[in-house]
């Protein structure tokens, strides 16, 4: 245990890529105060991942024998934040650049084109 602490800290070894985002967001706020909450509450990147799909689960519209949730970036970053006892902030996301979709120029005129 005491290797995993030191190789994933001390939120543990995320499981998927939305523990990934969360232990990324966290380690940004991590202070002592936080670090120390994190050990004596025994808070967790699974943990988190579970809270917020139980919340999750709330929005859930059933579909058959399963359900679809749509839940807002904002609300699952609230959800984060309430688990590990921070103040809310929207984590900074890293945002493609937009791909501009232009129709590709035509030398031809119209008349050229309705021409069989």
Not at 1 to 10: I, N, T, W
Not at 14 to 38: D, H, M
Not at 86 to 113: G, H, R, Y
Request: charged residues 30%; glycine residues 6%.
């Amino acid at each position: 245990m005491a290797k995993e602490y030191e190789e994933y800290g001390v939120l543990g070894k995320p499981k998927n890529a939305l523990e990934e985002e969360i232990a990324e967001y966290i380690y940004t706020k991590l202070e002592a105060s936080l670090e120390e909450r994190i050990r004596s509450e025994k808070l967790t990147l699974t943990g988190c991942f579970e809270s917020c799909m139980s919340k999750g689960h709330k929005f859930e519209v059933k579909s058959g024998k399963g359900g679809i949730a749509r839940v807002t970036p904002e609300q699952h970053w609230k959800w984060v934040c309430e688990y590990f006892k921070i103040p809310f902030s929207m984590p900074q996301m890293i945002q493609a650049e937009p791909i501009e979709n232009k129709p590709e120029q035509v030398d031809a005129t119209l008349s050229e084109l309705l021409d069989f």
